[in-house]
């Protein structure tokens, strides 16, 4: 099997989120997608300001409906500073015998030299990274080993961000999430 996992913080989900699941899903033929929210990123700090609980909830919201995408608590569950490496080595002994491919925003390519022990990671899992269609990254790591698939996709300059930002202003997250996040969002007064 081909499995997919994109991580994040999900602080909260949006639809750059999940557009960026779907065109990786189809465009690698991929049997299973998990989204694998972190308890808190390495290399973004301050990134994550609600609760891992209201982080899934807002996941199970946002994608309950789509049998496609499943979500990984591991990071989660673990806590502390979410190292990829950590997370590939947790999947690859879940999944001994399936090719496993962490997905990456392309902005990410030139940062990979900066992820931890890069080169044990190279080895266990494949790297999609998405690009914007006629837009090509330059830059491409210098890793032995290192496995990249482009995938173009339909990116959205949506961050999680300006969302808690906009939330904070009282202007509106229609269109940008789904409504059960919206609807999350407002009933426990996130990002007030």
């Known amino acids: 099997m081909k499995i ?27 049997d299973r997608l998990f989204l694998v929210p972190a308890a808190q990123a390495p290399l973004k700090s301050n990134d994550v300001q609600t609760s891992a609980e209201d982080r899934w909830q807002m996941l199970q919201a946002a994608c309950e409906w789509d049998r496609r995408l ?21 999947f690859r002994a879940q999944f001994p ?7 990456i925003g392309g902005d990410q390519l030139p940062l990979l030299h900066r992820w931890k022990e890069m080169a044990e990671l190279a080895r266990l899992v494949e790297f999609i990274f998405l690009e914007r269609p006629g837009h090509p990254s330059k830059a491409r790591p210098e890793f032995t080993g290192l496995r990249l698939h482009r995938c173009d996709g339909h990116l959205i300059e949506i961050s999680s961000s300006e969302l808690r930002q906009r939330v904070k202003e009282g202007r509106s997250l229609n269109y940008f999430c789904p409504q059960k996040v919206i609807a999350y969002i407002e009933d426990k007064k996130l990002y007030r």
């Open 97 to 103: 015998g399936d090719e496993l491919f962490w997905i």
């Open 70 to 90: 499943e979500i990984a608590d591991f990071e989660l569950r673990k806590g502390g500073t979410s190292y990829t490496i950590d997370s590939a080595r947790h």
């Open 4 to 30: 997919g996992f994109l991580g994040g913080s999900f602080d909260p989900v949006h639809f750059g989120h999940l557009i960026a699941a779907q065109d990786a899903y189809e465009q690698h033929k991929l």
